[in-house]
């Protein structure tokens, strides 16, 4: 089976920007994107739960998208241009997939 080289770009963000990154993927016309809960986790602040949390201000939410490694700086830049407006961290990686077309 033959595998395709891909980036994989995954957004935690604080849920109130969810909907300005959704768009901006969008409009960046990636194919496709996953919308996952952060229910927890430990960074810079220190330890963080969303336990207790009676909005959507403080809660947070993991983003996953691949794409085609040749658009990585195209995507990477709008988004970071808004994730550093919030708590939220980006990270890039390296996968492979099978059906390489789709992305």
């Given at each position: 089976?033959?595998?395709?080289?891909?980036?994989?770009?995954?957004?935690?963000?604080?849920?109130?920007?969810?909907?300005?990154?959704?768009?901006?993927?969008?409009?960046?016309?990636?194919?496709?994107?996953?919308?996952?809960?952060?229910?927890?986790?430990?960074?810079?602040?220190?330890?963080?739960?969303?336990?207790?949390?009676?909005?959507?201000?403080?809660?947070?939410?993991?983003?996953i998208c691949?794409?085609?490694?040749a658009r990585?700086?195209?995507?990477?830049?709008?988004?970071?241009?808004?994730?550093?407006?919030?708590?939220?961290?980006?990270?890039?990686?390296?996968?492979?997939?099978?059906?390489?077309?789709?992305?």
């Amino acid at each position: 089976m033959q595998m395709h080289l891909k980036k994989r770009i995954e957004i935690v963000l604080e849920a109130p920007g969810l909907r300005r990154l959704t768009e901006t993927l969008e409009r960046l016309n990636v194919s496709g994107y996953t919308v996952l809960p952060a229910i927890a986790g430990n960074g810079r602040g220190g330890p963080w739960s969303e336990a207790g949390q009676v909005s959507d201000a403080e809660r947070m939410v993991c983003v996953i998208c691949i794409v085609d490694p040749a658009r990585e700086e195209e995507i990477v830049g709008p988004i970071f241009n808004l994730v550093k407006r919030h708590i939220g961290l980006i990270s890039v990686s390296d996968a492979q997939v099978i059906r390489g077309e789709r992305f």
